[in-house]
């Protein structure tokens, strides 16, 4: 059994768990392939992760994160992931990072995202979604800049996913600074847990507008019911996509060999900051 642990958790939708793991196995396996002796399957749940007997620690040795043992095994808890000293390989958010996960992990490659509106090479940006028919509809601007509208935002209930996702609201608060605004334009804001989550309560006339990455609202017209009471009024500026990273504990040469394959011709579509 390997001792290294490893996660895809930014898009594992129900639906898509298939491809998540198949995805994982094609990683899987060129990482084996250079002699990296990969996990079989992805972590999924606190309970899939080894104990960490005394908690996590940083460099220093201060605690930064619970033990996963103490915490609730069919849970997952994000930061207990990424902090795991085991980790070989995660997925994780420019949000956190920026607020300190990038001083306890390595960062490998990022993903491209060519394929979505709303995405072009290593960068991504969030669709500003109402309830179809209360704003007129736009699509991505074909340049990196933000499509912002003021006056139809000004008043409006505001729901983001969490305080630290640099889709869900980081990236529209700077956008607003730009501006000259702040989230103060919206007469509420509230936390929903999820982007899905933030979708289905603007269907339900819980919220009004969300910042949705475009990566999660494709998922969400795939897969969401209540995204078909959705459309896209705006979109923030085009930022750096979910990065991929590894354990600060990790060797240099392990990290090598990662970012040298999510580089390499005919890789997962990766590029290294």
């Not at 074909?142 to 409006?156: A, E, H, T, V, W």
Request: net charge negative; proline share 8%; glycine share 10%.
């Amino acid at each position: 059994m390997s001792d290294f642990v490893a996660a895809l958790p930014m898009y594992d939708w129900p639906e898509m768990r298939d491809d998540v793991d198949a995805q994982w196995a094609r990683l899987r396996d060129a990482f084996r392939q250079k002699g990296i002796d990969a996990p079989e399957t992805i972590a999924r749940l606190n309970g899939d992760l080894p104990p960490v007997p005394g908690g996590i620690r940083d460099a220093a040795g201060k605690v930064i994160a619970p033990d996963p043992a103490t915490l609730p095994p069919d849970e997952l808890d994000f930061y207990g992931l990424w902090l795991h000293p085991a980790l070989l390989f995660a997925q994780t958010c420019w949000g956190p990072m920026e607020l300190g996960l990038a001083t306890h992990v390595q960062l490998i490659g990022q993903p491209r995202y060519d394929a979505l509106e709303g995405g072009h090479g290593e960068l991504y940006s969030s669709a500003l979604v109402m309830r179809a028919g209360e704003a007129p509809t736009v699509g991505s601007p074909s340049d990196d800049s933000p499509l912002i509208p003021l006056d139809i935002l000004r008043g409006k209930h505001f729901a983001f996913n969490s305080l630290d996702s640099m889709s869900g609201i980081i990236a529209l608060t700077r956008d607003l600074e730009a501006l000259g605004e702040s989230l103060d334009i919206f007469s509420e804001r509230s936390e929903s847990g999820g982007h899905r989550a933030s979708i289905v309560a603007i269907a339900e006339g819980k919220a009004d507008v969300a910042a949705i990455d475009c990566q999660s609202w494709a998922l969400a017209r795939r897969f969401e019911p209540a995204a078909e009471a959705g459309a896209v009024v705006g979109w923030t500026r085009r930022r750096k996509g979910l990065p991929f990273i590894t354990a600060r504990t990790t060797p240099e040469p392990v990290r090598n060999i990662l970012v040298d394959l999510l580089t390499s011709p005919g890789a997962v579509g990766t590029t290294v900051r």
